[in-house]
């Protein structure tokens, strides 16, 4: 809900006009994947039950990187691009290791550090065993999907230039009607209203305003360099 509001301002600050039908038409594996995306993103907050922050930041980190590696084979094959050399510079290429080998390592150091932590170590295996193979894998093959639909629709140079804001609008009001199936899910399931708008999710909503703020800029990057995007941020879980 926090993206649909995104929207309606964006909507309304915007000069350009603006055809729903025309851009989900037109640009329909953003349309698709955006509805796909909605669910993938329950997923992978699903898999926080089972992954702690400190398990599941370097798989999406890993996941970025492979999501470039498909991203460029998908240039290649559809003629966007005749050479891997046009879209990855010497010095772009060394960035993208250096982070890549950064993640790998910060994954191997956490993963020796939750082993040295015994404690319940078999109940939390009972739990979680399962979960954190499952929600990381259908995260990383999901989201090297959307790094091609996103960079294939916006990037301005080797993809098919899609307005950003017609993304960002898009998947804003496919969010929307996917939040309202969850809260018309919660009223059937709980026999009352749930309210969003507490004191207990106050965290929850500046989460939810951060992260989605974060997916315009995120759009505009991808449209002026979709190579490489996704290898600085999956960055982030260097930051703490």
């Not at 994954?107 to 929600?135: P, S």
């Amino acid at each position: 809900m926090v993206f649909f509001v995104i929207v309606l301002v964006y909507l309304i600050i915007r000069e350009e006009p603006f055809s729903i039908w025309e851009s989900a038409v037109r640009y329909w594996p953003m349309t698709l994947f955006g509805l796909v995306y909605a669910v993938v993103n329950t997923i992978s907050h699903k898999g926080y039950v089972y992954n702690e922050a400190t398990v599941q930041s370097p798989v999406e980190g890993i996941s970025g990187g492979t999501s470039t590696v498909l991203l460029i084979i998908a240039y290649l094959v559809l003629g966007r691009v005749d050479s891997v050399s046009r879209l990855l510079s010497p010095l772009r290429t060394a960035g993208i290791l250096v982070i890549m080998i950064s993640i790998i390592l910060l994954a191997i150091v956490r993963n020796r550090e939750n082993r040295e932590n015994t404690q319940d170590q078999k109940a939390k295996c009972l739990r979680r065993g399962l979960g954190t193979l499952i929600f990381p894998v259908i995260f990383v093959v999901i989201d090297g999907l959307e790094t091609i639909v996103t960079g294939i629709c916006l990037d301005m140079t080797y993809g098919y230039a899609m307005p950003e804001g017609d993304g960002i609008i898009i998947v804003g009001m496919e969010y929307a009607i996917f939040a309202l199936g969850c809260w018309i899910y919660l009223y059937w399931k709980e026999g009352k209203v749930y309210n969003p708008f507490t004191r207990r999710s106050a965290p929850r909503l500046l989460g939810a305003l951060t992260d989605n703020v974060g997916m315009v800029f995120y759009s505009y990057v991808m449209a002026m360099n979709s190579v490489s995007t996704d290898p600085i941020l999956a960055a982030y879980p260097c930051l703490p």
